[in-house]
Nanobody
Framework: QVQLVESGGGLVQAGGSLRLSCATSGRTYAMAWFRQAPGKEREFVAA????????FYTDSVKGRFTISRDNAKSTLYLQMNSLKPEDTAVYYCAARHLSNSGAYYSDYDYWGQGTQVTVSS
């Protein structure tokens, strides 16, 4: 069984930065970050392959967010810079037992409980 635990969320002013972490237990391959704002559906943010060699992002965060992983530490990261109020959401990490990543909720087998990110204007 794979367990995912997110941390690093908080309250930040617009233009600020946060780094989210997702500690994993169990064997995982491709991983991703999703987010869900109040009253909205969960949406894809960024994904990374098993080795970290392939990453991709939703258009709204390109150039501002960076997904990375440290497999030796079994940890996934999301560095978020130039944060905007519209980035406010609960952020979830997700994992799947395949090497290549996906951009859909149904692509992933395991989910964390989420960490709140609030960006004030």
């Amino acid at each position: 069984q794979v367990q995912l635990v997110e941390s690093g969320g908080g309250l930040v002013q617009a233009g600020g930065s946060l780094r989210l972490s997702c500690a994993t237990s169990g064997r995982t391959y491709a991983m991703a970050w999703f987010r869900q704002a109040p009253g909205k559906e969960r949406e894809f943010v960024a994904a990374i392959s098993r080795t970290g060699g392939t990453t991709f992002y939703t258009d709204s965060v390109k150039g501002r967010f960076t997904i990375s992983r440290d497999n030796a530490k079994s940890t996934l990261y999301l560095q978020m810079n130039s944060l905007k109020p519209e980035d406010t959401a609960v952020y979830y990490c997700a994992a799947r037992h395949l090497s290549n990543s996906g951009a859909y909720y149904s692509d992933y087998d395991y989910w964390g409980q989420g960490t709140q990110v609030t960006v004030s204007s």
